[in-house]
């Protein structure tokens, strides 16, 4: 890998991938802006960092985001399942987040069946004028 900056000076990205939780999609943005990398990840790790929350909450919130319809990011939801099992969390409290998170999935529906419901008015009306 090489950068204009040092490995040194990303001190948070660094940490990530001492833990694992680095995503190796991010080495090409890293490569290309490690300082714009690492002041991403700080910022987007910081609750975690802060303890603020904790550690169990921090893993039910990260498995509920890669979770979500919006993300279906398997490699995070089974690294933060793992970790959350390992710091005690229970089969149920997982299990009530993956429910919540499917929750997002209904605005799929919030969205596209008034726009069904329109176009396919707008179809029968082209079709019973033919």
Known sequence: MTTDIPTSRTPVVDSMRERGGWNP????????DPEGTEHFMA????????GVLSPQVVELLSIAIDAACTHMYA???????RAALELGVTRQE?????????????????LGVPILAEELAAYEGRAGGQ
């Open 75 to 81: 490699p995070g939801v089974r690294r933060h399942i």
């Open 94 to 110: 997982i299990l009530a987040v993956l429910q919540y998170a499917s929750a997002v999935g209904i605005h799929a529906c919030n």
């Open 43 to 50: 910022f987007a790790t910081a609750p975690m960092r802060r």
């Open 25 to 32: 999609m991010w080495d090409q943005l890293f490569d290309w």
